[in-house]
């Protein structure tokens, strides 16, 4: 499972929209890379003020 698709999972549809719409005027211009840590960024500030994270947890093997 991505980033993306947990954030998917998480957020509301608007929350989601309003995302893209903010990231896309925000990086006019610049190249795929850059879009996506602005867009990431985005994501993350909205899922800590519902106080969620957005990163997959490591598997731990317990012996």
Known sequence: MSYYSIAATVLTIEEL???????????????????????????DEIAQQKGYFLGLRKKVNFK
């Open 17 to 43: 929209k309003g995302a893209l719409i903010k990231a896309s005027k925000d990086s006019k211009g610049l190249d795929i890379k850059s879009k996506s840590k602005i867009l990431h960024s985005i994501l």
